[in-house]
């Protein structure tokens, strides 16, 4: 869902609360908040609204806030930054199910999302079979170098050559 300014304009509902209703177990919402206002698009009242309904996580470009809260709930929300302000009065839902833009990266309804606390990675649903695989082959070397490495062998050996490598084809 994309927000913009309120600039005047009223909602006729509370941000995001649309999104929470609409998704079915397991969806991730995605949140395109690039007004500039520090004002948080996503907070702890959404984040329980959103684990009744069996909603996967949240990513949110732009701040959110009540991070302590959904991490207490057991609920992942991953924003590119925290505030305590609120959007109230600040900003309006523009769009919802339609291409927004979290970094560089454009996101369409029904695209992957892998999160975890170093990064979080879009997949097209047109690529999620060669994508996978790619990265089970990449688990695959990597557990090996690791194995390597417990087994004693020199680190600069194991994370040479093989490691610059690794992501190219075989």
Known sequence: ?????????????????????????????????????????????????????????????????????????????????????????????????EPISVGETTVHPGDYVIADSSAVVFVAAGDIERVLETAEQIMAREEAMAEAIREGKPISQVMGASYEHMLKKS
């Open 1 to 97: 869902m994309k927000l913009d300014r309120a600039e005047g304009r009223t909602a006729a509902r509370h941000l995001c609360t649309g999104a929470i209703e609409a998704a079915q177990p397991g969806d991730i919402i995605v949140v395109e908040q690039r007004t500039g206002l520090d004002a948080a698009s996503w907070g702890g009242n959404l984040s329980i609204g959103a684990k009744v309904r069996g909603v996967a996580g949240v990513i949110v470009e732009g701040p959110a806030r009540d991070i302590d809260d959904s991490r207490r709930l057991d609920f992942p929300v991953f924003a590119r930054n925290v505030t305590a302000r609120t959007a109230r009065g600040r900003i309006v839902e523009v769009a919802t199910n």
